[in-house]
């Protein structure tokens, strides 16, 4: 008698708890494994205070956006960046989203307990008005544009910064890219490249108005492209000069008459092109979300590799969850932190 009753309590109780484990999967559909903690070598300076952290130049400081969208993607960024690094805990991570802030900043603290970070939100009316509707896609949410923003969002005491996008994983420690020499004037470093067709990305109306076309004509190098997902950004220059007001007069224009054909990439080429140092081509071997038209998978380029970006249409995670990856997206999957239905009892 008792123990029937014990029993039935029992197969109650198992049934209440996987009704609340259906609902908790349904309202947060993405849950994440805890990460290892990483530790500094033993020749690293030692800082342990956050604040000290935030604000020192010895430490390495990475600004990302976060969303809920790509939060699989941050995560694994996250993850690479502290495991290849030799001094994980010199660290600082400033992550900027533009709602959802308590969920993003429980879902970090949840996954990367020892992570040292802030979070800012940002807010995305700043340039929503600024965004001309003729282009606006999923390239164009306003938190891409949230990176002409860090040098207001972030601490004063802030000056130098690592951004990068949350399509990508480093190979390669986190260090040596933000030691990049600026020499006396660079506001941003970034490998560049001078073999893709410059003319291209803006319209035949800018070229055609020598006003407008002039702004590259003193310029310290000859003006090349570069990819906006892998800066290094000195924040005091930019806030001295205020680059931010001139990215956003660009945009202002654009609204006005189309000179430039992508979404946030072109203010900043009219901006920095000529004027940034250089970082070796290893730092972004980008592309590797395929060819934005047909979905045909891209190879590495010639050279080392430090870091891989999945820029374009692809993402790695959504490749891998539909079984038609690319062959390079193997090398993204270790770095997933995704608890999948199968995985979530193992820990
Ligand atoms: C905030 O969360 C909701 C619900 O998960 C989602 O629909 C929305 O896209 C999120 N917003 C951002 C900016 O991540
Ligand atoms: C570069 O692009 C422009 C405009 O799209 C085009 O007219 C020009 O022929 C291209 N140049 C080369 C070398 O491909």
């Known amino acids: 008698m008792r123990r029937g009753r014990g029993r039935g309590r029992g197969r109650a109780d198992m049934l209440f708890v996987i009704v609340l484990f259906v609902a908790a999967k349904s309202s947060s559909p993405q849950e994440f494994k805890e990460a290892p903690e990483f530790y500094n070598a033993p020749e690293c300076s030692w800082m342990k205070e956050k604040e000290s952290l935030e604000c020192s130049e010895e430490a390495v400081q990475v600004a990302m956006t976060l969303d809920t969208a790509y939060i699989r993607g941050s995560m694994a960024a996250i993850l690479s960046v502290l495991q290849h690094s030799s001094c994980p805990q010199n660290i600082f991570f400033h992550l900027v989203c533009s709602s959802n802030a308590s969920l993003l900043r429980a879902t970090i603290s949840n996954t990367f307990p020892y992570l040292k970070f802030n979070l800012y939100t940002f807010d995305d009316s700043h340039v929503s008005g600024l965004i001309s509707t003729s282009i606006r896609s999923a390239l164009d949410c306003p938190l891409n544009y949230a990176r002409s923003y860090l040098p207001n969002l972030l601490p004063m005491c802030v000056r130098r910064v690592v951004y990068l996008d949350s399509d990508l994983i480093l190979v390669d420690d986190i260090a040596k890219l933000a030691q990049t020499p600026l020499g006396d004037h660079a506001v941003l470093a970034a490998p560049q490249y001078c073999n893709a ?28 492209y570069f990819n906006t997902g892998v800066m290094v950004i000195h924040l005091s220059r930019w806030r001295r000069r205020d680059y931010t007001a001139e990215i956003e007069a660009w945009m202002e224009l654009q609204k006005r008459i189309r000179i430039y054909h992508l979404g946030s990439l072109p203010p900043f080429l009219l901006v920095f092109a000529g004027r940034i140092a250089s970082v070796d081509h290893r730092w972004n071997q ?57 995985s979530t009892f193992d820990s």
């Open 286 to 342: 980008h592309g590797l979300g395929g060819d934005n038209f047909r979905g045909l998978c891209r190879d590495l380029h010639p050279g080392p590799v430090s870091l891989l970006h999945w820029s374009g249409k692809g993402k790695p995670w959504a490749r891998l969850d539909s079984n038609r990856p690319c062959p390079l997206d193997a090398l993204w999957a270790p770095y997933d932190l995704l608890q999948t239905p199968f």
């Open 197 to 224: 067709n410059f003319t291209s990305y803006f319209t035949p109306t800018f070229w055609s108005t020598p006003s407008l076309s002039l702004t590259f004509a003193h310029r310290r190098t000859t003006p090349c």
